[in-house]
């Protein structure tokens, strides 16, 4: 699986479950309500994306990555797994995360609030990490693939060549030697 894919699918994953998370929390603690809840959970919304603009800065991103994308090591093949498990592997924790602050919110709104802060805070924090890793690839030319591990350890990437596949050479060639007279 692409690197780039997996970040993409992983800041998508955690807003979504930021959107389940705070829908949970407005429904319930409508249904019971606490307007208290709703006021804070609102409250900690708006810092918690604060702080994920703040923590997903652009230079910031590139940081986050150079130290992954170094210790990725050199082929010429892929990893043989499919991109869906390899997924699977690294994002069921952000599930798991999920349905037990997804259950505990039906019991307790404002656990559900707390949540979707935390995942819109992960969401935005994560969201330039992406086309970081796509400048660099770009700009190298050489795609990072994710080699499949546990989500339990740090993720290990493939560097393999790219063959500056979707872009012109940056380089014009030199103009062609003036006719000689004679």
């Known amino acids: ?3 780039c894919d997996l970040l993409r699918v992983t800041v998508l994953l955690v807003a979504g479950v930021a959107t389940v998370l705070g829908a949970v929390a407005v429904v319930i603690a409508n ?3 606490d307007a208290t809840a709703l006021l804070v959970g609102a409250a900690w919304w708006l810092g918690a994306a604060a702080i994920g603009l703040w923590l997903g800065r652009s230079g910031r991103a590139a940081e986050a990555m150079g130290r992954v994308l170094a210790g990725a090591r050199t082929a010429t093949s892929l990893p043989p797994e499919s991109p869906a498990w390899i997924a699977f592997l690294r994002l069921w924790p952000i599930g798991a995360f999920a349905l037990i602050v997804g259950g505990a919110g039906w019991v307790w709104p ?3 609030a707390i949540g979707a802060g935390y995942t819109i805070a992960v969401a935005l924090a994560w969201r330039g990490r992406e086309r970081a890793v796509a400048a660099i690839e ?3 030319g050489v795609r990072f ?3 499949p591990s546990s989500a339990l350890e ?3 990437l493939v560097r393999t060549p790219g063959l500056y596949r979707d872009r012109a050479p940056s380089v014009k060639p030199p103009p062609p030697p003036p006719a000689r007279a004679g």
């Open 1 to 3: 699986m692409l690197f």
């Open 138 to 140: 770009e700009r190298d």
């Open 31 to 33: 249904r019971d309500g």
């Open 145 to 147: 693939y994710v080699e």
């Open 154 to 156: 740090p993720v290990r």
């Open 110 to 112: 404002q656990v559900a």
